[in-house]
């Protein structure tokens, strides 16, 4: 960046050309303003439809208006790798979608985790590189006295109203990001696989024209679509509100207790996190223009193992097998309890379509050993029972 310039807008798109050097898919800023439903939040969270993350009704005040994060905060720079290209798998048939349980080898059924949790954990990745940007803002003779805050997904912050304002781009000028009816955030050309992040500053930067904004109508690009809410499971979601106490993300990540046995069936093979509602979405679906994998950063390469692990390993894994498979993802604030209670329902929705010796055995052991958690042993023995019946 040029470190003699005051122009707001060259500043800003010299800011936006930097988070593409540093391998981010897009870029994008937004004014520092503050939320537009509000209201709605607070509805959302007064029902409860967050569940054990009680984070989230923490610091309220700071996630409605990211001036009370930052105070004097002006602008608000927004970034997103791809961590899956879209059609990079199948689409899922409508009974794998609805909880069905794959089996990838004739003896040994798998688990799935979800694309974000396979490669290295994106905190990590994306923080670092925020504060790389950071730095170098703060080297500006136009920034001197100024002040930056990074975030991930971990801050009290509601990054994708942030980014669904910022009109976050391409390299090559790609725009126009919307909330879809998951609640998540969609690009029309890269899809919806993307982890986000930013820096609230109170430098003030050019702000750029607001892409399609948070409301959601059938004016915007999901239309009359609702593929992702007929697909979910355990219907959790209706029109651009999720209840995260019936999701699957929500139930095999944040979770910590005994998941209704209600949704056990509907959860399928599912060991951590969930991507049906991203799988089904037209905007995932393979585009003839693009080139798959074009914008993906390396980072988040799947490691195999990861993918689809066997259930039966799963059940007999040790905290050394969790910090082996799992230390540098996402996904390793899952417990090894956790962890075990998701493959359990996994394995009875497999015994449910076949039976399977091993995994059966493998039950009754866990049902019935004193060195496991009580969670094991409790999810254990609503599976067999769930299989008596």
């Not at 059924?109 to 990590?124: E, F, L, N, Q, V």
């Not at 209706?238 to 139930?251: E, M, Q």
């Not at 193992?305 to 039966?312: E, T």
Request: aromatic letters at 4%.
């Amino acid at each position: 960046m040029d470190q003699t310039t005051h122009d707001s807008a060259t500043l800003s798109e010299q800011v936006i050309n930097a988070c593409h050097a540093m391998g981010f898919a897009l870029a994008g800023i937004a004014p520092a303003a503050p939320a537009s439903r509000p209201t709605e939040f607070k509805a959302w969270l007064a029902s409860g439809n967050h569940g054990d993350m009680d984070y989230m009704a923490e610091a309220v005040n700071e996630r409605l208006d990211i001036r009370t994060l930052l105070p004097g905060a002006k602008s608000v720079i927004i970034v997103a790798d791809q961590y899956a290209a879209r059609g990079s798998e199948p689409v899922p048939p409508v009974a794998a979608a609805l909880g069905g349980n794959r089996c990838d080898h004739p003896t040994h059924p798998t688990g799935r985790i979800a694309k974000y949790a396979r490669g290295r954990d994106y905190h990590a990745v994306i923080r670092r590189r925020l504060h790389a940007l950071a730095d170098r803002l703060r080297e500006l003779p136009a920034a001197k006295g100024l002040h930056y805050r990074t975030f991930v997904d971990t801050a009290p912050v509601l990054e994708r109203e942030h980014a669904a304002r910022a009109n976050l781009r391409t390299a090559d000028g790609g725009g126009g990001a919307f909330i879809g009816k998951h609640t998540l955030l969609i690009h029309p050309r890269l899809g919806s696989y993307l982890l986000l992040g930013g820096i609230a500053t109170t430098l003030d930067l050019c702000s750029p024209h607001s892409a399609l904004g948070t409301r959601h109508s059938a004016l915007t690009p999901c239309g009359t679509c609702t593929r992702c809410i007929d697909a979910c499971p355990t219907q959790a979601i209706t029109p651009n509100h999720v209840n995260a106490t019936r999701c699957i993300s929500y139930l095999t990540l944040e979770h910590r207790t005994l998941i209704d046995p209600a949704l056990h069936a509907a959860m399928g093979d599912h060991l951590l996190g969930c991507d049906i509602c991203q799988d089904v979405c037209p905007f995932n679906h393979p585009h003839p223009s693009e080139h798959a994998g074009a914008y993906l950063y390396p980072a988040y390469a799947d490691e195999h193992r990861r993918a689809s692990p066997p259930i039966l390993e799963v059940l007999n894994w040790t905290e050394a097998d969790r910090t082996r498979v799992l230390g540098t993802s996402a996904a390793k604030r899952a417990s090894l309890s956790m962890l075990k209670r998701n493959a359990i329902i996994a394995a009875a929705n497999a015994l449910a379509s076949r039976p399977d010796e091993n995994l059966r055995s493998a039950l009754t052991r866990l049902a019935a050993d004193p060195t496991e958690h009580p969670l094991v042993r409790e999810t254990a023995d609503q599976a067999r029972a769930r299989l008596r019946s």
